[in-house]
């Protein structure tokens, strides 16, 4: 297996012990889940990287990687709600886009078509990362109250926004899918007729 693979698995690995420095009182626990937090999210830039530099993109790390960002994030956010850090009804929104977009990937990958990451996605997950740590670290620091919570509705509102602009690129994608296959038997009907003509008259002047 290679290198970015491993990185990806080893995120995955990351989620349980989140969850559980998360949700442990002892002393510095919350330091501890901010790093091994950091430490993941460092490994979802990595992986893409190395993948993309020694040419190691594979089909195993293209279905991992985008299963263990929302591992990550989701955990990490439900955790914050059992914490009473985060409105559990913002958290719905924002997982529940995370599970949409996951299934309208896998259904255009059905359908033969291809909907690349888009900037507003690649911007949500930069702002689920400060959200995250500025939110975990807040009964530490309590001046970072007004700060989370604005985060928190970026997070909203790019989640929003970058799935209403992934389902508008499925439904493109899927137009123009069926234009091409609508257009390529007419073409081949007509030229097949004109072909068959002229095969006709030759006959006709021998």
Known sequence: MSL??????????????????????????????????????ITDLLDGYLARKHRQITRLGILLDPIADKLLISAAFISLVELHLVAAWLVVIIVGRE?????????????????????LGKTKMVVEVAAIVVVALEPRFPRFGVLGEVLVWLVVWF????????????????????????????????????????????????
């Open 4 to 41: 970015p693979n491993w990185l990806t698995l080893l995120r995955i690995f990351f989620v349980p012990l989140l969850v559980a420095l998360l949700l442990t009182t002892a002393p510095n626990m919350d330091l501890w889940a901010v790093g091994v937090f950091l430490a993941a999210a």
């Open 99 to 119: 599970l949409a977009v996951s299934g309208l990937r896998a259904i255009a990958g059905a359908e033969g078509v291809v909907i690349p990451a888009s900037d």
């Open 159 to 206: 989640a929003l926004a970058s799935a209403a602009q992934y389902f508008w690129s499925f439904w493109r994608g899927i137009d123009a899918r069926e234009t091409r296959s609508g257009a390529a038997p007419r073409v081949v009907v007509i030229r097949g007729g004109e072909e068959e003509r002229e095969k006709a008259k030759d006959v006709a002047a021998q």
